[in-house]
């Protein structure tokens, strides 16, 4: 890959962080598909700035016998739209390569969720006796309670929870702010991790994160990820989990008790509702439940 391509890669990336607020999961996403494509051009004599559209669909060929899925393969299509429409704006290239290629049709996935039970035997599985185990039950109830990202649970700040109003102000994709209800479970986790086990790994440093690692720092994403995975284990849940999961159950488990749609938009923080009717499946088997259970000919 020519440095001149990794070049380009950093000044788009900074210029859509700049007008969009994207998430660095999003630029770090982009950076990838654009690296990755880079390399493919520079083992096939081209660049970046000289791709025309047969090279993208030669690519497109190349994925498909290499077995990349059709969801990796529309978000290449996606960074690459981008950064293509970037360096058109900017006059560095005279056509987008990318204007007549169509995406591949995707199928919405059927988010993988746990159980209420599953949930529990979770949630039981951190040491309250530890300020460690203190503050992994009080992340694992909020992401439970609030359905949140786990991007967002790391950035929480203490001056975001109001603990009278048993509410969160979270910022999330897009620098978009929203209010979420904090369960009464939850609430008392925060409570018991705040008195009991933050002091001991703030370390008598004045630090702004909820949620710190034991050098006093902001947590990262991959070591909580690493700690959920350990609790699963402990709990014996043979499902594989995703850093979504207690999302999903979140998500899940409202509707299975009769929220509708439009609530759960709200609370996950999707900009279209579009985005949440991937939890229709759910909404359509309890209905299914319901009719057979109370239909005199269900």
């Known amino acids: ?33 654009l690296k990755l494509f880079s390399e493919w051009l520079a083992n096939n004599h081209s660049s970046l700035m000289e791709c025309s559209s047969s090279d993208i669909q030669a690519y497109l060929a190349f994925r498909y016998q290499k077995k990349y899925n059709s969801r990796s393969t529309a978000r290449f299509l996606s960074s690459s739209r981008k950064f293509y429409q970037y360096l058109l704006q900017n006059n560095r290239i005279k056509t987008n390569p990318t204007e007549q290629i169509e995406s591949p049709k995707i199928q919405p996935p059927v988010p993988k969720s746990l159980s209420e039970a599953e949930v529990d035997q979770l949630l039981a599985q951190p040491d309250t006796e530890t300020a460690l185990g203190l503050r992994d039950k009080a992340m694992l109830e909020l992401l439970y309670s609030s359905g949140l990202r786990i991007s967002e649970l790391i950035s929480v700040e203490i001056n975001q929870i109001g603990f009278q109003q048993g509410v969160m102000r979270v910022i999330g994709k897009g620098n978009k702010e929203r209010l979420v209800p904090i369960g009464e479970e939850a609430l008392q986790s925060l409570t018991d991790y705040i008195r009991h086990g933050r002091p001991e790994l ?16 902001k947590m990262t994403r991959q070591t ?57 499946h759910v909404a359509k088997e309890r209905l299914k439940q319901l009719h057979s259970k109370h239909h005199p000919r269900g």
């Open 202 to 217: 703030a370390k008598d440093k004045v630090v702004d994160w909820l949620f710190l690692s034991t050098r006093a720092q």
């Open 1 to 33: 890959m020519a440095n001149h391509d990794i070049s380009l890669i950093e000044q788009f990336c900074d210029q859509i962080w700049m007008e969009q607020g994207l998430s660095d999961a999003t630029l770090s996403s982009y950076r990838t598909d």
């Open 224 to 280: 909580f990820w690493h700690r959920i995975k350990q609790y699963s284990l402990k709990a014996n849940i043979n499902k594989h989990l995703s850093p979504h999961t207690l999302r999903h159950a979140f998500a899940t488990h409202l509707l299975n008790h009769g929220a509708d749609l439009r609530t759960l938009q709200m609370l996950l923080g999707h900009s279209d509702l579009s985005t949440t009717q991937i939890y229709t």
